[in-house]
C-alpha cells in the first residue's frame, strides 16, 4: 500500500534546524525555530516550572486518565488568565473551554468545531501568517483564504486594507487573528484598531477566532490579551486558541486550550458535547503534566508571582535585542529604515531579504533564518548581534 506514496515535501524549519547543526563555523547563528532563548543562547525551564514539577510529582499517586476536556481545573484558570478574572463572559456562563495538545491541538479542535457547524464556511488568514495555521484549518476540510495585512515597504499594517477585504466577506465566515506578537511579522493590531473591527464583525457577522501563542510576551499579560477581551464583550461568538509553550516555556508538553465563547450558556455546554466527541475521535484525552504545571502555578500565589517576573524577563528581553538591533542595523546599513522592528512585538520581525539575500547570508555569514526573511529576535545575543547586523549589511551590498 505504501508504495504508492510519494516522499512529502521537506518542513522547511525542521530542514533549517538540520542545516544550522551540520554548520560547524563558530560565527554562525540561528535565528530559524520560534523558540524563547535566553542571554546564553539555551531554552531553559523556568524556575517556576521546575517548582511545580517538584510539587505535583510529591503528590501524585495515579497516572489514570483525566478526561476529554482535560484538566478542569486548568481549563478554568486559563479562562482567568485569558480573559481577566472580572469578565462578563463568567457571569453568563458563556465561556466552554477544552485542553489542546498544545496551541495546535487547540487550533484544531476549534477548526473541527466550525466544521461540524458551518461545514461551508472559509477561514480567512492573514497575509503573511504562520505557516502551520493552513494545515491546521484546511485539514478538517474548511476552504481557506487570505486576507491582506502586512505592509513590507513600512513594517506596519495596512489596515485599511484589511478592513475593505473583510467588508467583502460573506456572512458566517470564519477570520484567523493573532491576539499579539504576530508570527511572522510582529506588527500588532492597535487598541484603537481591534475597537474598529468590533462593530465590522457585527455588522457582517463574521467569526472571530484568536491565536494567542505569546501572552505576556509582547507589551504585558493583560495588554497582550486586550483584543480578545474586547470581542468577547462585544460579540456574541468568539474562538480562542491559546497555548503554553512560549510564555511558560513548556514546548514539548503540549499545553494549550480552546475557549469557545457562545451567546448563551446552552449553545455552549452543545458546542463543548461536540469538542469532547472531537477529542475522543483525534487523541482521546490531553497530556496531563503541563497542564498540571501551569495549573500549580496559576493557582499557588508564589509560584505565579515567580512565573510573572521570569515572564518580564523574557518580555523585556526580547524588547531590549528589539532596540539594540535597530541601534546596530542603523550603523551597518544606514541607507535602509529598520525602526519598524523595535515598534513591533513578540519574538518575530520580517528583515525584507529576498529569498535569493536570505540564501546567501546563510551560505556566506552562517545566519539562519526562514527563506521569507523572518528572524526570532530571542535567536539574537550581546555577542553576536554586531556580527549579524554587518552580515545584514554585507547581503544588502
Ligand atoms: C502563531 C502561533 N500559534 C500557535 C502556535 C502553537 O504552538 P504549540 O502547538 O507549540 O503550542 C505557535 C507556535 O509557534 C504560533 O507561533
Known amino acids: 500500500m505504501f508504495e504508492r506514496l510519494e516522499r512529502a515535501p521537506d518542513d522547511p524549519i525542521l530542514g533549517l534546524m538540520a542545516a544550522f547543526r551540520a554548520d560547524s563555523d563558530p560565527k554562525k547563528v540561528d535565528l530559524g525555530v520560534g523558540v524563547f532563548r535566553d542571554a546564553k543562547g539555551d531554552t531553559p525551564v523556568l524556575d517556576c516550572v521546575r517548582k511545580a514539577e517538584q510539587a505535583i510529582l510529591a503528590r501524585q499517586t495515579s497516572k489514570t486518565y483525566v478526561a476529554p476536556a482535560g484538566n478542569a481545573g486548568f481549563n478554568q484558570a486559563m479562562e482567568r488568565l485569558v480573559f481577566g478574572s ?9 465561556i466552554r473551554s477544552i485542553q489542546g495538545p498544545g496551541g495546535c491541538g487547540a487550533l484544531r479542535l476549534g477548526a473541527e468545531l466550525v466544521r461540524l457547524a458551518a461545514p461551508q464556511s472559509t477561514v480567512h488568514v492573514s497575509t503573511p501568517t504562520w505557516a502551520n495555521h493552513v494545515p491546521l484549518m484546511t485539514g478538517t476540510g474548511l476552504q481557506l483564504a487570505r486576507y491582506p495585512y502586512y ?61 494567542m501563542a505569546y501572552q505576556g510576551l509582547g507589551t504585558g499579560q493583560e495588554e497582550d490579551a486586550f483584543g480578545i477581551r474586547l470581542f468577547a464583550a462585544e460579540l456574541p461568538e468568539v474562538l480562542v486558541a491559546v497555548s503554553c509553550s512560549k510564555n511558560f516555556g513548556l514546548y514539548r508538553e503540549r499545553v494549550g486550550v480552546l475557549h469557545v465563547v457562545t451567546d448563551s450558556a446552552a449553545v455552549g455546554l452543545a458546542a463543548l458535547s461536540h469538542e469532547v466527541r472531537v477529542a475522543r475521535s483525534i487523541y482521546s484525552m ?77 551560505a556566506q555569514q552562517h545566519v539562519y533564518m526562514t527563506d521569507d526573511s523572518r528572524i526570532n529576535i530571542a535567536g539574537l545575543r550581546a555577542e553576536n548581534i554586531e556580527y549579524f547586523a554587518r552580515a545584514v549589511a554585507q547581503v544588502l551590498g
Open 86 to 94: 472580572e469578565h462578563p463572559v463568567f457571569g453568563a456562563e458563556r
Open 151 to 211: 505592509e513590507p515597504a513600512r513594517g506596519t499594517i495596512n489596515f485599511g486594507a484589511m478592513c475593505q477585504a473583510l467588508e467583502a466577506l460573506p456572512a458566517g465566515d470564519v477570520v484567523l487573528l493573532h491576539a499579539s506578537c504576530h508570527n511572522p511579522t510582529g506588527a500588532d493590531l492597535s487598541r484603537e484598531q481591534w475597537q474598529e473591527l468590533v462593530p465590522l464583525f457585527r455588522r457582517k457577522h463574521l467569526l472571530p477566532y484568536i491565536d
Open 286 to 362: 490531553p497530556p496531563d503534566h503541563g497542564a498540571a504545571i501551569v495549573h500549580e502555578i496559576l493557582g499557588n500565589e508564589a509560584l505565579r508571582d515567580s512565573w510573572t517576573r521570569e515572564l518580564q524577563g523574557m518580555r523585556e528581553r526580547i524588547n531590549g535585542l528589539r532596540r539594540q538591533l535597530v541601534v546596530q542595523l542603523r550603523e551597518a546599513c544606514p541607507a535602509r529604515d529598520f525602526g519598524f522592528i523595535a515598534q513591533q512585538r513578540g519574538m518575530f520581525s520580517l528583515l525584507g531579504l529576498s529569498v535569493d539575500e536570505v540564501k546567501r547570508i546563510r
